[in-house]
């Protein structure tokens, strides 16, 4: 099993996708996401819809986790 950390995707849900579609995963493989999801790129929405469906139907463990600009969102929407 092994172990891919992805970070600062900033919204950019087709370099994410790349990304994601270039790795050499393998079942029950683990996806790390270092949060900043969101803000600055084109599609914030694309991009949680995108790991959502990972978390669903991938063959791999996900882990989510927050920092910043999800903690800011947060705060906002409370």
Do not use: W
């Not at 694309?46 to 969102?73: K, P």
């Amino acid at each position: 099993m092994k172990c891919y950390v992805i970070g600062d995707v900033h919204g950019c849900l087709e370099e994410l996708s790349a990304l994601v579609a270039s790795l050499p995963l393998e079942r029950h493989d683990t996806l790390v996401f270092l949060g900043d999801y969101i803000d600055r790129g084109p599609d914030s929405k694309g991009v949680v819809d995108h790991l959502t469906e990972l978390s669903r139907h991938g063959e791999q463990d996900t882990v989510y986790l927050r920092v910043n600009h999800q903690d800011i969102m947060l705060s906002y929407m409370a």
